[in-house]
């Protein structure tokens, strides 16, 4: 271009890239797709995991894909239906988004049936575990099937008819069922009924455990309960000619929609949701191939869906119901069981306390048992000097050793206040039940805030001491669910620290009673500050680059979604920052773009373990900053929830946090690396060899003798 003045040539002004360009985006539900094709894999790949734990691959991967057109796919579905035609970020419409889905979907359930059939099924038989069918059995054990089929699950069954005189019957969601055409004998008119394959019973029949079958060998017999209930349907509909029967399955729209300002009662209100789950709208109906059109039809119709939510599955309907298979008592079948490592066992005391006192703990779950955490609990709900506990709860499991501490402590006089989030998904009934447990042990119990989940991991024990009272927290990534500590991987940090004591008692303020404090000292807490904070952290990042050269940062987390952060990470890594990305699930970000995201590394590790922690790490000129926390890089949890991220001061842990992340980005055997247009490729090979979650294991063993070690020394 010319000069304006002297007409001389100048050059060209470089133009900024359009970081809004929705090439540069993932679209979030395709990202979804694409991270539980990354779990189906695992079920894929013969030499990753031993039989059985396949088959619990193929379970996660199914129950995963119920939840996700339960939310998700039911969200599109209305949207799609309002007639709303708005682009998303990466540029597309709400029922682009659910053609793309069901494309993918179809392919995905193609290859875990295939999975399934044509490679499990014959590996299980050749090594004593067999499906059969209830037609390929003999006379005598057909008749003795018969006889526990009349004692057993004939009284559970309810057929439903549908004619002028019967409506058509009501299904609830995630129900198995069978469509069944028939004859009546005296008259010659064809019939129609449902009959439900009852979910309270156990969906896979041990025949090699029911007594008079009389195989006479050790092998397992498996047969289907739906199996069962159709060799079985002329015990229901006696004078009754069976023409056709077909298995069916349908998922509903199970997202609860609570008017929080208008809702006089939270607690009411999220029963009353939780009950109206089993009357959403149909949003995949489940049928096999071989269904006839007409049946297929009436169903069609008679559910108020779409044709484009019948999904064909040839063979097992419901395949989350394998999950029942791991039961079986067959450990060369089973990964190797681990026992992970107590730090706290090589103490001459058990008292935490005082474990705490004399420095900082932190435990990297599962690998360093969760039992430490439950202990801590308990110390505080059995020892006099304790004043208080506060909690917070999110997912705690059905029978939680956490909460019947805090009952305890609430029985002794303690005062116990405890967040129990109603609002967490799939888990409302759960927590249902242990708020009105808390609360008849006398505990203050409250409900969660309005328009906000909270989220957040807090424990806060007070206790008397000489030298006046001290607190002593606990703060982690994870659940207090001593389940699924056994296979989340997270962190517990353990502490005293008092300017963080300080910063959890004003949060606490604020989640039980009328507290507006906004400023914190050392916590981050959304929705006040999470966002902001991580802006300024990337901005610093992009000032130490410029001026020393050594700008970095580490984020892991379940999920990337927010466009301002990827926007600020892209500007980031054009300044040349080094950004790297340990990202289990959703992604929208896209990685190695020229000129825009080369300097940006995005890795997905599946493994045996779910990865869940949070830890944000920037280098900060060599002085390095970490927090852990619970928040995801996704606008629900800057803005919509109640997160806490917290600082790891403590040298010995901030180096022992940053050796973890270089071996969870440096996994080489169970690490899938994200690619420029946004797939994913396995990465495979290397040396050494570093499959991050089995060093894990191995460290935590070694750690484990050397405990072993020391006590038998004392």
Not at 2 to 31: F, H, M
Not at 70 to 94: F, H, K, W
Not at 423 to 435: G, M, P, S, V, Y
Request: net charge negative; aromatic share 8%.
């Amino acid at each position: 271009m010319r000069d304006a003045e002297n007409g001389t040539l100048v050059p060209a002004a470089i133009a900024e890239p359009d970081l809004r360009d929705p090439l540069l985006y993932v679209n979030r539900e395709l990202s979804w797709i694409d991270f539980n094709q990354r779990v189906l894999e695992e079920a894929l790949d013969s030499a990753a995991h031993p039989l059985l734990e396949r088959i619990k691959f193929i379970s996660i991967f199914s129950s995963n894909l119920d939840e996700f057109f339960m939310i998700r796919v039911a969200g599109l579905d209305d949207q799609c239906a309002a007639g709303i035609n708005e682009r998303s970020v990466d540029g597309l419409t709400p029922m682009e988004m659910v053609e793309q889905i069901r494309e993918r979907v179809i392919e995905q359930i193609r290859q875990r049936n295939t999975c399934f059939f044509e490679e499990i099924i014959p590996s299980l038989k050749r090594r004593g575990i067999e499906f059969v069918s209830a037609s390929s059995l003999s006379e005598h054990q057909q008749q003795v099937l018969r006889d526990y089929f009349r004692k057993e699950i004939f009284p559970v069954l309810t057929p439903l008819a549908f004619d002028t005189g019967h409506p058509f019957p009501f299904m609830s969601n995630l129900s198995l069922n069978l469509a069944i055409e028939l004859e009546d004998e005296e008259s010659g008119a064809i019939k129609f009924a449902r009959v439900k394959v009852p979910g309270i019973l156990s969906r896979i029949v041990r025949l090699d455990q029911i007594e008079g079958l009389g195989f006479g060998d050790d092998r397992i017999r498996l047969l289907l309960l739906e199996d069962l209930v159709e060799h079985n349907l002329d015990q229901l509909f006696p004078k009754m000619r069976i023409l056709q029967c077909h298995p069916f399955r349908i998922i509903r729209d199970a997202d609860i929609e609570i008017e929080e300002d208008e809702a006089g009662d939270l607690l009411e209100s999220i029963e009353q949701g939780v009950r109206s789950r089993r009357y959403g709208k149909v949003v995949r109906l489940d049928i096999n191939p071989d269904m006839p059109h007409s049946i297929r039809s009436l169903l069609v119709k008679n559910l108020e869906t779409y044709e484009r939510n019948v999904y064909e599955i040839g063979g097992v309907l419901g395949m989350s119901a394998l999950i029942e298979l791991l039961k079986i008592d067959r450990p060369d079948l089973k990964d190797e069981l681990f026992v992970p490592n107590n730090p706290l066992d090589d103490k001459r005391t058990a008292d935490i306390f005082a474990e705490m006192r004399s420095g900082d703990m932190l435990l990297h779950h599962p690998y360093d048992s969760f039992k430490p955490v439950v202990d801590l609990i308990w110390q505080a709900a059995r020892d006099p000097d304790v004043l208080s506990i506060k909690q917070t709860l999110y997912r705690v499991g059905s029978n939680s050793p956490v909460v019947k501490a805090l009952m305890f402590a609430a029985e002794q006089r303690k005062q116990v206040a405890v967040l129990v989030e109603l609002k967490a998904r799939f888990d409302e009934e759960n927590n249902i039940l242990w708020a009105r447990s808390l609360e008849d042990a006398g505990a203050h119990v409250v409900y969660g805030l309005p328009g906000l989940k909270t989220h957040a991991k807090l424990t806060m024990i007070v206790r008397r001491e000489q030298e006046g009272l001290r607190h002593y927290l606990h703060l982690g990534t994870g659940n207090y669910n001593s389940v699924t500590a056994r296979i989340y991987t997270d962190y517990s940090y353990l502490t005293t620290d008092p300017v963080l004591a300080d910063d959890v008692t004003e949060l606490f303020n604020s989640l039980t009673g009328y507290s507006k404090h906004r400023e914190y000292r050392s916590l981050i807490v959304s929705p006040l500050n999470t966002r902001r904070w991580i802006m300024e952290m990337i901005r610093h990042e992009v000032d130490h680059q410029k001026h020393t050269g050594n700008g970095r940062i580490v984020m892991k987390m379940n999920a990337l979604v927010d466009e301002e952060i990827i926007r600020a990470l892209y500007r980031a890594s054009m300044a040349g920052v080094k950004v790297d990305l340990a990202i289990r699930g959703i992604c929208c970000l896209k990685p190695g773009i020229p000129g825009i995201s080369e300097n940006i590394r995005v890795v997905s590790v599946i493994g045996r373990f779910l990865e869940h922690s949070r830890v944000y790490y920037f280098n900060n000129g060599d002085h390095a900053r970490i927090f852990l926390g619970s928040a995801d890089i996704m606008p629900r949890n800057l803005d919509k929830r109640v997160e806490t991220l917290f600082p790891v001061i403590e040298p010995r842990l901030v180096e022992s946090i940053k050796s973890d992340l270089e071996l969870n980005l440096g996994d080489n055997r169970k690490s899938w690396e994200m690619q420029p247009d946004g797939t994913y490729i396995r990465k495979r090979g290397g040396r050494p060899a570093v499959d991050s979650q089995r060093l894990f294991m191995r460290r935590s063993l070694r750690r484990k003798k050397n405990i072993k070690t020391k006590v038998k020394g004392l």
